[in-house]
Structures are given as C-alpha cells and as structure tokens.
C-alpha cells in the first residue's frame, strides 16, 4: 500500500453527512445531509456542491436508470427530480416514521434493486428494517435492526456484507443474485470498541471492506475471508459516516462525516483520500 493522502473538502459541510455515491457517467458524488433535509451534488471538476434542499430527512440516495434518483426518506421512498428537487413518494411505500423510526443507509445490489434499512429515532431499540425495493415493492430482508447502516455485495456476487451498528459486528448473508434472497447469517467481522462504532462501507476490487467508524476518526480496511484488520487511515473528523470509491478511475475514497453536536470543521465535510492503492468497484443504479 502507498502512503494515503487526506484532503478535507472544506466549503462542503453536513449536520450529519451520508450515503456517498460515485456516478460515473456525470462524473459527480451524490451524498446526503440527513439531518439538514437535504441531497449534495459534488462535482470535482469544478470543485463545486450542490445542495438540493428537501423538506424531510434523507438517508439514501441512488441514480435511477431511467432518469432522475431514488431517495430514502424519512417517510418512505421516492422518485427525486434532480434538477427541479421535487420529489414523489411512491405507492405503498414503508413509512418508519409511524414506528419511531426513519431510513439510513442504502444501496442498490447487482441487479438494481435498492436495499435500505431503517433505524431506532432513538438509537436503542430494534425498531428498524433493512428493506428491498424491487420494480416499486417494498419487501422486508432483516427485521428487527437498531440502526442499519453499511452494505455491500462479493465480486461473485455470492456473498451480503451487513452492519447493525450496535452490534459491533459486520454480518454476512449467502445471497442469491437472481433472486435477491439472503440467508445463513453469520459474524465474520467484530470490530473492537476502541476503534469507534462501526457505520457506512463499500467494497473494493480486491474484495476487501472499507468500514467508516463513527466516533473513531478513521476508515478501516478489512479481510471479510479472515475477518482482519488489513489497515487504517486517520482523518481529522471524529465522526466518520460512510465511504464510497469514486473519480475516473474508482481509486478516490470518498469519507462523509457529521457534526451532530456543533462540532467544528472539518467535523461534518466531505474528505477525499488519495494514494490508497486500490480501486472500488461500479456502483449500480435502480434499475426500474
């Protein structure tokens, strides 16, 4: 490994920054302020974020193949105008907030379908779902989740990567790509207190989790097949929030972080890190 270089996008800041997404054909990072409402639109050519300001939390956001994004908000899904910023719930859609309880984390799995999960208002109770959305339909994948946060999927797409954020614990599921059925859960990964509390995470192209920790001022790399510590890279913010590869060739690390006691920056900026020596892998698109 090269010896990283951590850059802290300074006009760019988050009450509580989350779910980095690379979209490589307008070359821009969408990313979310969940507690300020409101969708980010970083572009790196021209250093500029653009904010789409929402009237509701945000925990997702996903490009849609047809034009447009998916967002997972505080009382459900829906369809997101980029440009305008109007937005749609659509039909039937969960809404967490009636159980005390609002969307965080998401991403879509190889064939398109965005999975989101759900999480405790409170931060104490297994209130939340992790939910698949497939052509419109809102299905249940985990029930019974504290605060849903990072997920990915193996380069063979065989395995589902999980976190439950009190659990300390990173999950894997056998996964059935066709169908996008998950079972035989089991604990690979069991991450130590004094490294913060484990959140958003992505997957690079050798296989390997890159975890942000929440309260630990740093991203971690990690062997899912062993279930160790491979690396860690410090950063000025205390709490990193999720991480996302991006820039033309996937070999940026993109770190969202928040400021959720008025913190100061860098506390809550969006952080670029260089050098790593590994690429990500293409994230998808909803796909309906």
Not at 1 to 13: C, D, K, Q, R, W
């Amino acid at each position: 490994m090269s010896e990283p270089v951590v850059e802290v996008i300074g006009h760019t800041h988050a009450r509580l920054g989350e779910g980095p997404m690379w979209v490589a054909k307008d070359k821009v990072l969408l990313w979310v302020d969940i507690m300020g409402q409101a969708v980010h639109v970083y572009d790196p050519d021209t250093d500029k974020d653009r904010t789409i300001q929402l009237d509701q939390k945000v925990g997702t956001i996903v490009p849609r193949k047809n034009g447009g994004a998916i967002v997972a908000l505080h009382r459900g899904f829906a369809e997101l105008d980029l440009q305008t910023g109007e937005y749609k719930l659509l039909p039937n859609t969960p809404d967490p907030s009636q159980d005390g309880a609002r969307f965080n984390d998401g991403k879509c799995d190889p064939r398109g379908r965005l999975w989101a999960g759900s999480m405790d208002l409170d931060e104490k109770d297994s209130k939340g779902n992790l939910y698949m959305l497939d052509k419109g339909v809102a299905t249940v994948q985990v029930p019974n989740v504290t605060i849903s946060n990072g997920l990915c999927w193996s380069g063979d797409h065989k395995r589902f990567f999980f976190i439950d954020t009190p659990t300390r614990s990173v999950d894997c599921f056998d996964y059935d790509v066709d169908t996008g059925n998950i079972s035989n859960r089991r604990s690979i990964i069991s991450v130590p207190e004094d490294m913060g509390w484990p959140d958003g995470m992505t997957i690079d192209a050798e296989g390997r989790l890159w975890i942000a920790m929440w309260g630990g001022s740093r991203v971690t790399r990690w062997n899912p097949d062993t279930g160790k510590l491979l690396q860690t890279v410090k950063l000025p913010a205390l709490k990193t929030s999720s991480v996302a590869f991006g820039g033309p060739d996937l070999d940026v690390l993109y770190v969202t972080s928040a400021s959720t006691e008025d913190e100061p920056p860098p506390n809550g900026s969006l952080i670029r890190i260089r050098g790593l020596g590994v690429r990500g892998v293409p994230e998808r698109e909803y796909a309906h």
